[in-house]
């Protein structure tokens, strides 16, 4: 595992910690030294990786306000943020529901922006230089088969990263999205199961493979160190070269 950054005497929040890319950033971040509060909604899965990591678990629904607000409420100062909670559903565009429209963009955009307004908050009153990463997707740049509702909140997530950076940016604060390809978690997994599908989304990235969740936690780590201190607003493709078509 590699520990080349240093985050010894640090605190990071990662929502979406029990699995995938949340999983992974939690196991580098701790590996590196960070004292990590562990967010996700499966209560098992967060004392597994409490066991394993040493990590702070928080049981935490970021589709809830009210959830997000009593959750968050009492913690002290964060120095970091991965907002890395995600969910999707799939469905044709002609077939998209208000419901899981409305329930997708609860999460993944809404969730994440409620999530960074409370550890900006915490911020900006310690007087804190930080470093937030909204985990967004290649399918806010290139349009996906299927993924509307997906690729309409991982899109609003950037616009979110954009706008969190101009206001949050005179305070030492930086945000940034890493937008990465299919990355071999549970939920792409599922999305990506039927063969035929799979081998046609193979031959859109150059490198002609889906990403490892620790390829994606790395550059995670990246920006919210200080080897990025001048690095704000980017969306940051990890796709193997699809979106350079």
């Given at each position: 595992m590699n520990t080349t950054f240093d985050f010894s005497g640090r605190s990071i929040l990662v929502t979406g910690a029990s699995s995938g890319i949340g999983r992974a950033t939690v196991e580098l971040l701790c590996a590196s030294g960070a004292n990590v509060v562990a967010a996700s909604r499966?209560?098992?899965e967060l004392?597994?990786?409490?066991?394993?990591?040493?990590?702070d678990p928080l049981?935490?629904?970021v589709g809830?306000?009210?959830?997000?607000?009593e959750a968050l409420a009492d913690l002290d100062a964060f120095d970091g943020l991965v907002n890395c909670a995600g969910i999707t559903v799939l469905e044709k565009a002609v077939d998209t529901t208000a419901e899981s429209f409305d329930r997708v963009m609860a999460v993944n955009a809404r969730g994440a922006a409620l999530v960074a307004r409370h550890v900006a908050r915490g911020m900006m009153a310690g007087r804190r230089q930080g470093s937030i990463v909204n985990v967004?997707?290649?399918?806010?740049?290139?349009?996906?088969?299927d993924h509307l509702s997906y690729s309409a909140s991982k899109a609003?997530?950037?616009?979110?990263?954009r706008t969190l950076c101009i206001e949050l940016g005179p305070y030492?604060?930086?945000?940034?999205?890493?937008?990465p390809t299919v990355t071999l978690t549970p939920m792409a997994v599922q999305a990506w199961s039927d063969p035929a599908r799979r081998e046609l989304a193979l031959q859109g990235i150059p490198l002609r493979r889906f990403a490892q969740p620790h390829e994606v936690a790395q550059p995670i780590l990246f920006l919210l160190s200080d080897a990025a201190s001048m690095i704000s607003g980017v969306a940051l493709p990890i796709d193997g070269g699809y979106t350079a078509r």
């Amino acid at each position: 595992m590699n520990t080349t950054f240093d985050f010894s005497g640090r605190s990071i929040l990662v929502t979406g910690a029990s699995s995938g890319i949340g999983r992974a950033t939690v196991e580098l971040l701790c590996a590196s030294g960070a004292n990590v509060v562990a967010a996700s909604r499966n209560v098992n899965e967060l004392a597994h990786l409490a066991e394993e990591t040493g990590c702070d678990p928080l049981v935490l629904d970021v589709g809830s306000p009210e959830a997000i607000h009593e959750a968050l409420a009492d913690l002290d100062a964060f120095d970091g943020l991965v907002n890395c909670a995600g969910i999707t559903v799939l469905e044709k565009a002609v077939d998209t529901t208000a419901e899981s429209f409305d329930r997708v963009m609860a999460v993944n955009a809404r969730g994440a922006a409620l999530v960074a307004r409370h550890v900006a908050r915490g911020m900006m009153a310690g007087r804190r230089q930080g470093s937030i990463v909204n985990v967004s997707s290649q399918a806010a740049l290139a349009a996906l088969d299927d993924h509307l509702s997906y690729s309409a909140s991982k899109a609003a997530l950037d616009a979110i990263t954009r706008t969190l950076c101009i206001e949050l940016g005179p305070y030492g604060i930086r945000v940034n999205s890493v937008n990465p390809t299919v990355t071999l978690t549970p939920m792409a997994v599922q999305a990506w199961s039927d063969p035929a599908r799979r081998e046609l989304a193979l031959q859109g990235i150059p490198l002609r493979r889906f990403a490892q969740p620790h390829e994606v936690a790395q550059p995670i780590l990246f920006l919210l160190s200080d080897a990025a201190s001048m690095i704000s607003g980017v969306a940051l493709p990890i796709d193997g070269g699809y979106t350079a078509r």
